[in-house]
């Protein structure tokens, strides 16, 4: 970015103006030290001669004016990369800083001092960035740990795909720990627009009663039934990885607790 030309720093009030542009200066340079310059011709009126042509310009100064006006007043220094606007506005300022090779823009942002409108833009990006991937249907790994305890338990892993024409689908496999114990199966939701409560079913098949009857077709259930339907409901707090799940299952058992959204156990799972 450096070395970058400031071209403007505009004050909004009266009051303003006697300390505006020098306050700017001063932060500006605290950041880019020696690579900050100062076009103090950029935002008077400017005259250029050629040969044979006089031009006379006032108002806005283009990129072109601004590179123009860095390699007259440069000397053998480095030509400047980027150019910055500072504009004073109601609630704080707004800044802009623009690429003078390609004209790109590098940085654009109103800035108040209590980052309100720096927090609602971030915001507003990542839902757009959200309405975006779903609007293409694009799916994405989901993952999430219950842990219901009272009055009944269950305990298990899920690892779902997020699918559909809007991702509110997700499915995937469950690896059960309790109820059943050591259970595998599959899984399936559905989100509801209802504060994003996920709602939906687990199918799992208990290892330790199908291993046994493997051998014996006439043993019975080992420690639970060869196969256990669990219906699930999780409500998340707010817009965490965190919320509570209520889980009630063919086995007669019903529990409330914990569940963890989106997990990571190794950094390199998804």
């Known amino acids: 970015m450096t070395p970058a030309v400031l071209v403007s ?21 605290s950041v880019l030290g020696q690579g900050l310059r100062l076009c103090e011709a950029c935002m008077v009126p400017r005259a250029f001669v050629q040969q044979g042509l006089l031009t006379y310009q006032t108002g806005a100064v283009s990129l072109a004016d601004v590179v123009r006006l860095d390699e007259a007043s ?13 504009e004073e506005t109601s ?22 001092p209590m980052l309100v409108e720096d927090e609602q833009t971030q915001r507003n990006f990542t839902l757009s960035e959200e309405l975006e991937r779903r609007s293409r249907g694009r799916s994405i790994t989901q993952s999430f740990l219950d842990v219901a305890v009272y009055p009944g338990q269950h305990i298990s892993v899920d690892m779902t795909e997020q699918w559909g024409a809007t991702n509110k689908n997700l499915t995937g496999v469950t690896l059960s720990l309790v109820d059943p114990v050591f259970g595998l199966g599959a899984a399936h939701y559905r989100v509801v627009d209802l504060v994003n409560v996920i709602v939906g079913a687990k199918l799992v098949l208990s290892v330790p009663t199908a291993l046994v009857r493997a051998f014996d077709d006439d043993a019975g259930d080992v420690l639970d039934p060869m196969v256990t339907a669990v219906g699930v409901v999780r409500v998340p707090f707010g817009r965490s990885n965190y ?10 058992t019903i529990g409330l607790g914990l569940s963890l959204m989106n997990i990571r156990f190794l950094p390199v799972i998804p």
Not at 16 to 29: C, E, N, T, Y
Request: proline letters at 3%.
């Open 91 to 112: 609630v704080g300022v707004a800044v802009r800083i623009l690429a003078l090779g390609t004209g790109r823009v590098l940085f654009a942002q109103n800035i108040d």
């Open 9 to 29: 720093a505009t004050p909004r009030y009266v009051t303003s103006q006697d300390w505006f542009g020098v306050q700017a200066i001063d932060v500006l340079q």
């Open 243 to 252: 919320g509570v799940v209520a889980t009630v299952s063919t086995n007669g």
């Open 74 to 86: 440069r000397g053998g220094a480095t030509p400047a990369r980027s150019a910055i606007w500072i």
